[in-house]
Structures are given as structure tokens and as C-alpha cells.
């Protein structure tokens, strides 16, 4: 259930581009650890290992909260979840990991991308607290 909403293009994204980017890095982090994984199956489909890498993205995490009500009434979030946002550029999947504040949230499903045209401005991630042991 990811929404993607279109606009025109032109100077009009360009303009939208520049906001996004100046949000993130007014209200943004820059020392967000993102933690792709690649999954390694054998002859019967079964997990067999892993590789990951790790890179630091410039986003967003914010709480869900009760104030968040749509998206915890169609089941997208709960409370506790985070949304993280970022630049459209950055390539998250389900199951990468991220770390802030040494806390790792494993990354659940998108939840919105916003679009103008052709022209790709941010997405936002349902992120959930990795248990810890």
C-alpha cells in the first residue's frame, strides 16, 4: 500500500527537490547507519548465509504515535514502529537494518513515495525495533 503522488515536472521538481533536501538536512540526521543485507539460498531454497554492507545515509526515523491513527487503523504501523525517511536515491529493501542512536530497526515496507512527474523527491519506511539479546 505504498502512495505515490504525481505531479508536474519541470522547475516545479526541481523547486520540490530542493525542499526535500533542505528538510533532511535541517531536520535530518547524516549518521544514520543503513545496513543492506543479501540473502545466500541453497539447492532447496533454504537460507545458507549472508552478506551485508553498511553505508551511512542522510533521513529522518520519527515514533509512531496514537496521533498517527490512519496508518495504525489499516495496519501499516503500530505504536513503537518508526518511519524513516529519506532521499528517493537511497536504495533501502525489507529486511535491511538501520542503526541510530545504537539502536537497530529492521526495516518492515514503504509506506509512501512521493513523486513529481518522472522525477523521484523521498520515500518513507515502517521501520520496527530489533529485538535485542
Same mark, same amino acid.
Given at each position: 500500500?505504498? +502512495?505515490?503522488?504525481?505531479?508536474?515536472?519541470?522547475? !516545479?521538481? #526541481?523547486?520540490?527537490?530542493?525542499?526535500?533536501?533542505?528538510?533532511?538536512?535541517?531536520?535530518?540526521?547524516n549518521d544514520i547507519a543503513l545496513t543492506h543485507r543479501t540473502e *545466500?539460498r541453497n539447492a532447496a531454497g533454504r537460507l545458507s548465509g549472508f552478506t551485508s554492507a553498511t *553505508?551511512? @545515509?542522510?533521513?529522518?526515523?520519527?515514533?509512531? +504515535? !496514537? /496521533?498517527?491513527?490512519?496508518? @495504525?487503523?489499516?495496519?501499516?504501523?503500530? &505504536?513503537? #514502529?518508526?518511519?524513516?525517511?529519506? +532521499?528517493?536515491?537511497? +536504495? @533501502?529493501?525489507?529486511?535491511?537494518? &538501520?542503526?541510530? #542512536?545504537?539502536?537497530?530497526?529492521?526495516?518492515?515496507?514503504?509506506? /509512501?513515495?512521493?513523486?513529481?512527474?518522472?522525477?523521484?523527491? !523521498?520515500?518513507?519506511?515502517?521501520?520496527?525495533?530489533?529485538? &535485542?539479546?
Open positions: 500500500m505504498v +502512495t505515490e503522488r504525481n505531479g508536474s515536472g519541470g522547475s !516545479f521538481l #526541481d523547486q520540490n527537490r530542493s525542499t526535500t533536501l533542505t528538510i533532511l538536512n535541517k531536520l535530518g540526521r *545466500s *553505508s551511512t @545515509i542522510l533521513g529522518d526515523l520519527q515514533f509512531v +504515535t !496514537f /496521533e498517527d491513527r490512519e496508518m @495504525i487503523d489499516e495496519g501499516v504501523a503500530n &505504536v513503537g #514502529d518508526a518511519i524513516l525517511y529519506t +532521499t528517493y536515491d537511497i +536504495t @533501502i529493501d525489507k529486511k535491511d537494518e &538501520v542503526k541510530v #542512536d545504537s539502536v537497530v530497526w529492521r526495516v518492515k515496507r514503504r509506506v /509512501e513515495a512521493e513523486t513529481i512527474g518522472t522525477g523521484k523527491l !523521498f520515500q518513507a519506511w515502517v521501520c520496527t525495533r530489533k529485538n &535485542v539479546d
